[in-house]
């Protein structure tokens, strides 16, 4: 073989060598510890007081305890008041004046309230996401628990207590985050037996 042909031939194959050795290297270097949780996003929301359409309460979460009281600011009017944050980062204000409202802290978090439907369905999605992720954990731990028993002809024993805190769904967010809960949970219960079960 001339020494034209070899280069020809060989050089794009030591090319593809280095490539993949140095991309191999970057992966193997990769950590394998999964990122820190990111604090909560600081939220809000404007509920109509039971029996006083003048008055409302307003409650959020994601603001922090050390930066002192939550503030809140009546965007559509001149009410107002203030809110103790717990350790939990979450605050409920008393009585304010029924209207749309900014919640934010002193060189902290800042949060527009949703009021109404928009509250509504933030409500709801936050719970279909929280019970979406509880399935997912729950069925694969589950699954996995089985498999490595030797019961790989187990069924999905579904758990269908919701986890509700704070403010309440309303019954269709009830319902999608059940539903969520459930797939995400037969799904990863069937990932774990496929993982842990070989024949």
């Known amino acids: 073989m001339n020494q034209r042909i070899r280069m020809t031939l060989f050089t794009p194959l030591m090319a593809c060598s280095l490539a993949i050795g140095a991309a191999a290297t970057g992966w193997a270097a990769t950590p394998k510890t999964a990122p820190a949780a990111a604090p909560a996003a600081a939220a809000c929301f404007v509920e109509a007081k039971a029996g006083d359409a ?59 309230c949703l009021g109404g439907q928009e509250a509504q369905d933030a409500i709801n999605q936050k719970l279909i ?32 207590q919701q986890n509700l805190q704070g403010l309440v769904p309303d019954a269709a967010g009830k319902k999608q985050a059940k539903e969520a809960h459930d797939q995400a949970y037969t799904a ?9 079960c070989t024949d």
């Open 54 to 112: 003048t008055k409302a309460i307003v409650s959020g979460e994601g603001f922090d305890k050390a930066k002192g009281k939550v503030f809140l600011d009546q965007t559509d009017g001149a009410g107002g008041g203030t809110a103790t944050v717990g350790d939990d980062g979450k605050f409920t204000s008393g009585d304010v004046a029924a209207g749309k409202y900014k919640a934010f802290q002193n060189g902290g978090a800042t949060a527009n």
């Open 129 to 160: 996401t929280a019970e979406r992720q509880r399935g997912a954990k729950e069925g694969f731990t589950d699954g996995k628990a089985l498999a490595q028993a030797g019961n790989c002809d187990a069924e999905p024993k579904l758990n269908n």
């Open 188 to 196: 990863a219960f069937d990932s774990a037996l496929k993982r842990y």
